[in-house]
């Protein structure tokens, strides 16, 4: 698939117009197609241009981590509404790299009840790679900025969706990023082991930093543990799976990779896909998935148990509609 300069220059043109900086100075060829010959500046020179912006120069963002070259342009864009709430005020370090977003440490203001933060922050879409979303969001409300449900009487914006014009997209990524941000707020109300949320912006979402700042908490698959040790944790885990059964909510990829291990706890993360149980014509299979890889993961710590019994009693218990009725083949 070639790639489409003209859309890329266009787009990175309004970014950097907000920070003064050059259009010469980041451009594409347009019509050559081409970069232009002049050299490239540097990650700390880009840093640089940005700290001379008039927020940068009332304190208002700072940077210690230094970033890629067009990775502080995106990474202010998506940050700077938080500074000027007052919830963070450092950029300390990168955690996490993603096909989708990057999560990065930050030093939380004085005045929260905590000392880090973790900004999930969401890659331009020039440089991301979003999966293929259609099947986690049937029967999902589409959700504007302020988390709440787009009516269908706006035409404008269901109209946009449907033709899968810029505009269309650009809301159906808000959507994605806020059906995470108040799942998170409403399971962390039901007592579910996930990251407490505290902010949410067009492109990020900040919540409660797991881990320690030179040692962020690993994920499941990257841990070692004993059989007695893993029990307990693989009970956390599906209490928090069926807790969400409860009220009508599935994950939608939960794996050792998006489960979080750290001084004895799990914490559950990543739920942009989060899929309804009762409006989903896929949502026992993806359920059903969910549950397998979860004990897949905890029987190469000594914890075997059966996925498809499991999967079956709490569908049983918690969902009104019955498994074969949603049933397709699994996929790996």
């Known amino acids: 698939m070639s790639f489409d300069y003209n859309n890329y220059a266009d787009e990175f043109d309004g970014i950097a117009a907000r920070f003064g900086i050059a259009p010469e100075e980041h451009t594409i060829n347009r019509q050559a197609g081409k970069r232009p010959r002049k050299a490239k500046k540097t990650a700390q020179q880009i840093t640089a241009d940005?700290?001379?912006?008039?927020h940068a120069q009332e304190g208002v963002f700072r940077i210690t981590y230094k970033p890629a070259r067009y990775e502080a342009i995106w990474l202010q864009s998506s940050l700077e509404p938080?500074?000027?709430q007052a919830l963070i005020e450092d950029v300390l370090a990168l955690v996490k790299g993603g096909k989708e977003a990057n999560v990065y440490?930050?030093?939380a203001t004085p005045h929260l009840h905590v000392a880090y933060i973790a900004a999930k922050v969401y890659r331009p879409r020039q440089f991301r790679n979003l999966r293929n979303d259609k099947m986690y969001r049937e029967g999902r409300e589409l959700l504007n900025s302020l988390g709440l449900p787009v009516k269908d009487r706006d035409n404008r914006e269901m109209r946009a969706v449907r033709n899968k014009t810029n505009f269309g997209a650009?809301?159906?990524?808000?959507?994605w990023l806020m059906h995470e941000y108040v799942t998170l707020?409403?399971?962390?109300?039901?007592?579910?082991?996930v990251p407490l949320p505290i902010g949410v912006g067009d492109n990020a979402i900040l919540m409660d930093f797991v881990g320690a700042p030179t040692r962020p908490a690993p994920v499941l698959h990257g841990v070692t543990l004993t059989e007695a040790e893993?029990?307990?944790l693989f009970a956390e885990v599906v209490r928090n799976i069926e807790l969400m059964l409860q009220h009508g909510m599935i994950h939608g990829d939960l794996s050792a990779y998006n489960i979080l291990y750290w001084e004895g706890k799990v914490t559950l993360i990543d739920f942009p896909q989060v899929t309804l149980s009762e409006s989903n014509h896929n949502a026992y299979r993806i359920f059903q998935r969910d549950v397998r890889r979860v004990c897949e993961c905890f029987a190469m710590h000594g914890v075997n148990r059966d996925a498809l019994a499991i999967a079956e009693d709490l569908w049983e218990r918690h969902v009104r509609l019955a498994p074969d009725r949603t049933m397709q083949d699994d996929e790996g």
């Open 82 to 84: 938080f500074f000027t």
């Open 230 to 232: 893993a029990q307990p």
């Open 50 to 54: 940005l700290a001379e912006t008039p």
């Open 170 to 175: 650009e809301l159906t990524h808000v959507s």
């Open 185 to 193: 707020q409403r399971l962390h109300a039901l007592g579910a082991a």
């Open 105 to 107: 440490l930050c030093k």
